[in-house]
């Protein structure tokens, strides 16, 4: 490096000019170019042990089927010009395909429900919904790659003002029947009553037409519905953070382990947040490592 005063010949400055440029286009964020790169990376890079017997259990018909729940708009924010879904768990099972070798194919369910109960079917390969135990019985699923939080909304003039408040005799809870949320209610509600409905836009009409006194729901999906009802209010906190995983059928041993590794690798690495920032999505968040 020259002392000060020093000048510089201008082909040493051109070298230097060139080492600082290089440095930068390291770190200034490219939006989409950033993610399809990280995404090269980890399948090319990733220590995720593979073997044909992986491919053999997860693409037993030559594609990866990925069963996605088309409700979640956090994690399913679009659909391309060819129809195929878009959004975070899109591009996550489309990253396992590609580490796998194999074209990915898009297996859409309007429910998470519905695609878990299609695991005997022969209908999917991978499914990428919220681990519950519920769901475990017959699907092996990874740690989680993201949360997100749930919580309550209470009507205008409503007297509760906190989540331990809301579990008490009397109090009705609309929720989307079968969601991961809805589950974990079943599981851990003692006194209050549940009222389940439909899909999340039913849950939402119930609360409001029978003036129902919380309605349950993912935080990011509550502040656009606050939006929407006069005095109504989210409540602080959270009763549990939604993890979205990804499963496989229970007899798949050898691709559950791989998509373990897969899955920890990716939080690692940056590419779940890649994606998180590719698409745009508030309110979700890379889940710790398991």
């Not at 201008?10 to 964020?29: E, F, H, K, Q, Y």
Request: with cysteine.
């Amino acid at each position: 490096m020259p002392c000060r005063g020093t000048r510089v010949g201008s082909g040493r400055r051109d070298v230097i000019m060139a080492g600082l440029m290089t440095g930068l286009a390291t770190i200034v964020p490219v939006g989409r170019a950033i993610a399809q790169q990280q995404s090269t990376n980890i399948i090319g890079q990733g220590t995720a042990h593979m073997t044909p017997q992986i491919v053999t259990e997860l693409a037993p018909h030559g594609v990866l089927r990925a069963g996605i729940n088309m409700s979640n708009f956090l994690l399913v924010t679009g659909r391309s010009a060819s129809g195929d879904p878009e959004g975070v768990s899109p591009s996550m099972a489309k990253a396992i395909a590609e580490r796998l070798g194999v074209p990915i194919k898009y297996v859409p369910f309007p429910k998470p429900g519905e695609l878990a109960d299609a695991v005997g079917n022969d209908a999917w390969d991978i499914g990428l919904i919220g681990a519950e135990p519920a769901r475990a019985e017959k699907i092996t699923f990874t740690a989680a790659y993201v949360e997100i939080e749930a919580t309550y909304l209470v009507p205008a003039g409503s007297p509760i003002t906190s989540i331990a408040e809301v579990d008490r005799p009397g109090v009705r809870i609309a929720v989307s029947a079968r969601s991961a949320y809805d589950l974990w209610l079943e599981r851990n509600i003692k006194h209050a009553t549940l009222v389940r409905s439909d899909g999340l836009a039913s849950a939402v009409e119930k609360f409001v037409n029978d003036k129902l006194d919380a309605l349950a729901g993912l935080r990011p999906g509550l502040l656009g519905d606050v939006q929407k009802i006069p005095g109504g209010r989210i409540l602080d906190g959270q009763f549990t953070a939604v993890q979205q995983a990804i499963g496989t059928p229970r007899a798949n041993v050898e691709g559950a382990k791989f998509l373990r590794e897969f899955v920890e690798e990716a939080k690692a690495s940056g590419l779940v947040a890649s994606f998180i920032a590719l698409h745009k999505v508030k309110g979700l968040s890379v889940a710790p490592p398991a």
